[in-house]
């Protein structure tokens, strides 16, 4: 792609610059993280400004209702409604940057008809039902089962680390539904109402005080056959395009969040009393900074090349695996410089000596998080060696 901007997107930027200073003002102060009706209200609302000014869906096909906008206007987008302090996409997470763009590539008229025009407009909440105690890295062990009942498949089993499974209308579920056939191709990928009999949702506690995760249990919970996407026994490819959004591209706006954040340590560290003078003037922490600032950098061309492949392929390539690897541990060693600059106030969850000082902790917290989350960092560092490195298979 060309680098730099043509006057059609520098116009794009102003317009939505604009359009930006005249709406951030009526949008309230970001609800409590703990309070999910207050978010889902919040984060919804948003959605519809976006999708009422013609912003929503910003790299989705304008046949399918979204802006169907250029790589370097997707890009234009994230960076200026990142750096205005705009509301993140919080719990449409999972409907506007994998469900939708899964159902874009692979559902039916039908099943796009019904739902992609609801995400776009924040109609509809979605969480992902992949995980299961026995199936994390190894998804395809999965036992959760789907089964054949004439027009319907009775689901029972259990899913855990559901993400916001408490406010979700709809679930991304992968059910076993040919236990006979080999772990990778008895699996089906549902689209499941979350309001259907015999879901339980059980919320659980993270380390860091937060109850954004939930096991979630089916007692014979009977879901249409009609909600079956791709066909029968096809779920594991239609969950690696799943894969390849969430790995590949649904992390654009986090990284553009972690310039914020490294701007922020930069300044943390020029505030942080150090022998005379500030922890800024240690040659090691300037040098750490500018090697992050340097990654970063690196990690945004590579993101302009997942976003073009996207863009020209339909679906994100094995490339989004390398940039997931590489941010995480780049957001690990920006937690961990945080924390040099903290010392002692590292110990608390509270912001300490009138500095900002929770957020860098919570950010480290965060960054590990992001190693596990969409696949380990092990698991990518098989797929870069498998698939790109041409390596032999795991056995
Ligand atoms: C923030 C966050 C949000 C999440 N949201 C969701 C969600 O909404 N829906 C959902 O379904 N899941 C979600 N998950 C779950 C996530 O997908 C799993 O935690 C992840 O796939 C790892 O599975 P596991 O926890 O069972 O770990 P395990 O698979 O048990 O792995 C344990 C350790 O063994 C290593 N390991 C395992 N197999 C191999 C191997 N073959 N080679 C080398 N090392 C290996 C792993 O890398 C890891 O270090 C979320 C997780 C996080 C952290």
């Not at 960076?79 to 999972?94: I, K, S």
């Not at 259907?196 to 096991?215: K, M």
């Not at 079956?228 to 395009?241: F, I, K, P, Q």
């Amino acid at each position: 792609m060309d680098l730099r901007y043509t006057p059609d997107e520098v116009a794009f930027g102003d317009e939505l610059r604009a359009w930006l200073r005249e709406v951030l003002p009526t949008v309230g102060p970001r609800p409590p993280m703990d309070n999910f009706e207050a978010r889902r209200v919040y984060d919804t609302a948003w959605q519809r400004m976006l999708f009422d000014a013609g912003y929503a869906g910003i790299n989705w096909p304008k046949q399918f209702g979204g802006r169907g906008a250029s790589p370097a206007e997707q890009l234009i987008f994230l960076e200026e409604t990142e750096r205005a302090g705009a509301p993140y996409v919080g719990l449409n997470f999972v409907g506007q940057l994998h469900a939708g763009p899964t159902l874009i590539a692979e559902a039916s008229p039908e099943q796009q008809a019904a739902h992609l025009p609801s995400i776009l407009r924040g109609d509809e909440i979605w969480c992902q039902g992949f995980s299961e105690p026995g199936a994390g890295s190894d998804l395809a062990s999965l036992r959760t089962r789907g089964v054949r009942d004439g027009d319907v498949y009775v689901v029972s089993g259990q899913k855990i680390w559901t993400s916001n499974a408490q406010v979700a209308d709809f679930c991304e579920l992968l059910v076993r539904t040919d236990p006979d056939a080999p772990k990778h191709r008895g699996i089906s990928w549902l689209i499941l109402p979350m309001t259907l009999p015999g879901i339980e949702i059980r919320p659980l506690r993270t380390i860091a005080g937060s109850n954004e995760f939930s096991e979630v249990f089916f007692d014979d919970v009977r879901v249409p056959v009609a909600n079956r996407v791709g066909a029968e026994n096809d779920g594991w490819r239609v969950a690696m395009v799943t894969f390849s959004f969430e790995r590949g591209t649904a992390f654009v706006s986090e990284m553009i969040q972690s310039q914020v954040l490294l701007a922020d340590l930069a300044e943390l560290a020029r505030k942080l009393p150090k022998g005379g003078g500030s922890a800024l003037d240690d040659g090691g922490v300037r040098r750490e900074l500018g090697r992050l600032a340097a990654d970063l950098d690196a990690l945004t061309a590579l993101t302009k090349r997942n976003i073009s492949q996207a863009a020209r392929d339909g679906v994100p390539g094995v490339g989004g695996s390398v940039f997931k690897l590489y941010y995480s541990e780049v957001r690990a060693r920006m937690g961990d410089l945080g924390m040099r600059l903290l010392d002692r106030a590292a110990l608390s969850f509270d912001d300490v000596g009138g500095l900002a000082t929770s957020e860098h902790v919570l950010g480290r917290i965060h960054a590990l998080s992001i190693t596990i989350a969409a696949g380990t960092s092990q698991i990518q560092r098989n797929i870069v060696g498998e698939r790109i490195l041409g390596l032999p298979k795991e056995r």
